[in-house]
């Protein structure tokens, strides 16, 4: 269906409310706060609000920690948003909190949707039901800072390729004071940022495991894969000593000051990394292994309706979801986030697949894989709290890794019950 026939499938009502000088409809529209997708989410209102001037959209925004409760809240209340922003991975707890409803296939056709969007779009689905639809996808990439390269002796246009090539740059662009101590990191070590997605989805493949089975239900990586794996990871730190976790808070935040030369990060960081100007960036596929297996983590931010959308409301819902799931809205979130287009139409333009800085993540989608969370959160802290006890309690990570696995098949056996 075209993406006309769509929008006026999701209209109805419209043009009688609209003849009727009826006041407008207003709806709300919950995300959290992110500069860059706050900014193109205004320029997507503003549009959508000139084409449908019988039509309001608020848009209200939270912290990231604060946003899942504060969204529970409001709609067990009657209150909050009509259309609302969540991570693919929070799905199931909102379907069970019965804060999203399916859509409607009259409008938003399963067919359609599977074929015009990337593959990893069915992790919104449940049965035969979609519960949402993304903007944009991501996958990972390497950034690196071609300045720190250049003062290192590295070739700015040839970052690493490989594991071992990544661990020898980090080390030749690791700076130290006096006492050893890092003052500026050859990689950053965020397992609160990607590293969690990285450590999962690619190096515990890389090592020949996978990290789940049984359709994501059951934990993999208790083995000798996975330990291979974390210590390949912790390694960075207590072995060849070129980065350390909480140096700087953040991993973008020392790659943003320039005291980082290497960080794994997700196309939503260029919005924010566009603004650097103390030095050059580039962007890398994520570096293979040592017979060129490579992997990625792909993910989504997904919009859906909630349970409160109603009537009138239920329709305007609809129309706006259809639109900020437009390949007009794709371009500019794209333009504005960094985000690559959730349409494959949309991204697989020969300018986007060519581009010195999309073309890496457009490829990490063709060998990507997406993780089904439970619990998103807790299972990404199990990860956090499994390199901490290595890193900086000092326990085995053999021991560690075991520690993780159990508390993770604990939190996915808990959410099926």
Same mark, same amino acid.
């Given at each position: 269906?075209?993406?006309?026939?769509l929008l006026a499938s999701v209209a109805f009502g419209f043009a009688t409310l609209a003849a009727s000088g009826a006041k407008a409809v207003e709806i709300e529209y919950w995300q959290y706060v992110f500069d860059t997708r706050v900014k193109?989410? $205004?320029?997507?209102?503003?549009?959508?609000?000139?084409? =449908?001037?019988?039509?309001?959209?608020?848009?209200t925004t939270f912290p990231y920690a604060d946003y899942q409760t504060k969204v529970a809240a409001a709609i067990l209340a009657g209150q909050g948003p009509d259309v609302v922003q969540l991570f693919y991975g929070w799905t199931d707890n909102?379907?069970?909190?019965?804060?999203?409803?399916?859509?409607?296939?009259?409008?938003?056709?399963?067919?359609? #949707?599977?074929? &015009?969007?990337?593959?990893?779009?069915?992790?919104?689905? %449940?049965?035969?039901?979609?519960?949402?639809? !993304?903007?944009?996808?991501?996958?990972?990439?390497?950034?690196?800072?071609? /300045?720190?390269? /250049?003062?290192?002796? *590295?070739?700015? =246009? $040839?970052? !690493?390729?490989?594991?071992?090539?990544?661990?020898?740059?980090?080390?030749?662009?690791?700076?130290?004071?006096?006492?050893?101590?890092?003052?500026?990191?050859?990689?950053? *070590? &965020?397992?609160?940022?990607?590293?969690?997605?990285?450590?999962? +989805?690619?190096l515990v493949r890389q090592f020949g495991g996978v990290p789940y089975t049984d359709n994501d239900t059951k934990v993999a990586y208790n083995d000798e894969a996975g330990l291979k794996a974390l210590t390949f990871y912790t390694d960075l730190? /207590?072995?060849?000593?070129?980065?350390?976790?909480?140096?700087? &808070?953040?991993?973008?935040?020392?790659?943003?000051?320039?005291?980082?030369?290497?960080?794994?990060?997700?196309?939503?960081?260029?919005?924010?990394?566009?603004?650097?100007?103390?030095?050059?960036?580039?962007?890398?596929?994520?570096?293979? $292994?040592?017979?060129? *297996?490579?992997? =990625?983590?792909?993910?989504?931010?997904? $919009?859906?309706?909630?349970?409160?959308?109603?009537?009138?409301?239920?329709?305007?819902?609809?129309?706006?979801?259809?639109?900020?799931?437009?390949?007009?809205?794709?371009?500019?979130?794209?333009?504005?986030?960094? +985000? *690559?287009?959730? %349409?494959?139409?949309?991204?697989?333009? !020969?300018?986007?697949?060519?581009?010195?800085?999309?073309?890496?993540?457009?490829?990490?989608? @063709?060998?990507?894989?997406?993780?089904?969370?439970?619990?998103?959160?807790?299972?990404?802290?199990?990860? #956090?709290?499994?390199? =901490?006890?290595?890193?900086?309690?000092? +326990? &085995?990570?053999?021991?560690?890794?075991?520690?993780?696995? @159990?508390?993770?098949?604990?939190?996915?056996?808990?959410?099926? %019950?």
């Amino acid at each position: 269906m075209r993406l006309h026939r769509l929008l006026a499938s999701v209209a109805f009502g419209f043009a009688t409310l609209a003849a009727s000088g009826a006041k407008a409809v207003e709806i709300e529209y919950w995300q959290y706060v992110f500069d860059t997708r706050v900014k193109a989410m $205004n320029q997507l209102i503003a549009k959508f609000q000139e084409a =449908n001037p019988d039509i309001k959209v608020k848009q209200t925004t939270f912290p990231y920690a604060d946003y899942q409760t504060k969204v529970a809240a409001a709609i067990l209340a009657g209150q909050g948003p009509d259309v609302v922003q969540l991570f693919y991975g929070w799905t199931d707890n909102f379907i069970a909190g019965k804060m999203i409803r399916p859509l409607r296939a009259e409008a938003f056709p399963a067919a359609d #949707i599977e074929r &015009d969007f990337f593959p990893i779009v069915k992790a919104m689905k %449940r049965g035969n039901d979609y519960y949402g639809l !993304p903007t944009a996808v991501r996958s990972l990439a390497l950034f690196y800072n071609k /300045k720190a390269f /250049k003062e290192a002796g *590295l070739d700015p =246009n $040839n970052p !690493p390729k490989t594991l071992d090539e990544l661990v020898a740059a980090a080390e030749k662009t690791t700076k130290r004071d006096g006492s050893g101590n890092i003052v500026s990191a050859g990689i950053t *070590l &965020d397992m609160a940022g990607q590293d969690h997605q990285w450590w999962r +989805e690619v190096l515990v493949r890389q090592f020949g495991g996978v990290p789940y089975t049984d359709n994501d239900t059951k934990v993999a990586y208790n083995d000798e894969a996975g330990l291979k794996a974390l210590t390949f990871y912790t390694d960075l730190q /207590k072995k060849h000593k070129v980065g350390q976790v909480g140096f700087m &808070d953040e991993g973008q935040a020392a790659f943003r000051a320039g005291l980082a030369a290497m960080t794994i990060d997700g196309t939503f960081r260029l919005g924010s990394f566009n603004t650097i100007k103390g030095f050059e960036w580039g962007v890398t596929e994520l570096p293979a $292994n040592a017979q060129g *297996l490579r992997s =990625n983590y792909a993910s989504y931010f997904a $919009n859906a309706i909630t349970t409160k959308a109603e009537g009138e409301k239920l329709a305007a819902a609809e129309k706006f979801l259809a639109y900020v799931s437009s390949p007009e809205a794709m371009k500019i979130w794209m333009e504005v986030v960094g +985000e *690559l287009p959730a %349409r494959r139409a949309a991204a697989l333009t !020969p300018e986007n697949v060519a581009h010195p800085v999309y073309g890496p993540f457009l490829k990490g989608l @063709e060998y990507a894989h997406t993780t089904l969370f439970k619990d998103e959160a807790a299972q990404r802290q199990v990860a #956090i709290d499994m390199a =901490n006890r290595v890193l900086i309690g000092g +326990e &085995d990570p053999k021991t560690s890794l075991a520690k993780a696995a @159990e508390a993770e098949q604990a939190i996915i056996d808990r959410a099926k %019950r």
